[in-house]
């Protein structure tokens, strides 16, 4: 594992999932203010539920660019800095929706991150903006640039929003996210919750030297299945109820309440 400091990952950690931005072109896009000010809320409902790691993804720029657009880069950072000075005792991360292993690196150095969520790490998938490829040299080249040898880098094996190339075996796949691309944590969703078991009981065995977390898919329901086989979780859709009433016109997603009753059943 190519970083050297210990980071304390709590087991739950939240995504912040961004209003699309106005350079997107939807028709519901917003103002950078308007972004941040959604941000620091879901990060406050989770902070105040019990989380005390979260990241933060671009997930409503969609179609997603080609590469990583300048503005993509700016609007990162803000958020970012925004989060960091609002909750500096946060293990903070970054996700991008481009593929990208420079960028993402960049971006978590500039707002002070622990790590970063890189979807397609080693080999290729096919994704509905077109064939992405692994960006390991990418990323362990722009760490040691940036001297950043702390921040963590996540790795999705088999994202579940695509397919991959001539697949691998996926335990095969795993090891070398591990030792050829030296990734410090193996990220495994399916596009079930049987399916994500079945890839953690397939993987487990191996006793890679990473954590295994899971990507998507928990909840209650299915938290105590998980709770044996990964060592982390990522969520967004289990603090959610819908109707919630906005704030200073900001939309809500998350429940207080339904982030504490999921980290009480980890704690």
């Known amino acids: ?13 939240a995504a912040i999932h961004l209003l699309p931005s106005r350079e997107s072109l939807r028709p519901d896009g917003q103002p950078l203010s308007r972004i941040i000010e959604h941000a620091l809320l879901h ?17 409503n720029d969609v179609p997603v660019a080609p590469q990583v657009m300048e503005h993509t880069i700016a609007h990162m950072t803000a958020v970012g800095k925004e989060l960091r000075r609002a909750f500096p005792d946060a293990v903070l ?26 979807k397609v790490y080693v080999g290729a998938m096919l994704k509905a903006e077109g064939i992405v490829q692994g960006c390991a040299y990418e990323a362990i080249r722009t760490r040691h640039h940036l001297n950043a040898e702390h921040i963590r880098i996540f790795a999705d094996v088999y994202d579940r929003l695509g ?48 954590p295994l977390l899971v990507g998507g898919g928990v909840s209650p329901q299915t938290l105590k299945y998980f709770v044996g086989r ?13 109707g919630l009433p906005a704030r200073n016109g900001v939309p809500v997603e998350w429940d207080v309440e339904l982030v504490r009753e999921l980290v009480a059943m980890v704690a």
Request: hydrophobic residues 45%; positive net charge; charged residues 25%.
């Open 1 to 13: 594992m190519a970083a050297t400091q210990e980071l304390k990952l709590p087991r739950i950690i």
């Open 43 to 59: 990060a406050r409902i989770a902070w105040d539920g019990g989380v005390r790691a979260f990241y933060f993804q671009d997930v």
């Open 93 to 118: 991360g970054v996700c991008l929706m481009q593929n990208s292993g420079k960028e993402s690196l960049q971006i978590a150095h500039a707002v002070d991150a622990q790590f970063v969520r890189i």
């Open 163 to 210: 397919e991959p190339i001539a697949p691998i075996p996926l335990k095969e796949m795993c090891r070398q996210a591990v030792e050829f691309g030296r990734a410090d944590g193996i990220i495994l969703t399916g596009r079930t919750p049987e399916q994500s078991i079945r890839m953690l009981d397939e993987v487990r065995p191996l006793r890679l030297p990473v």
């Open 230 to 242: 990964a060592d982390h979780f990522i969520v967004h859709a289990a603090f959610v109820r819908r």
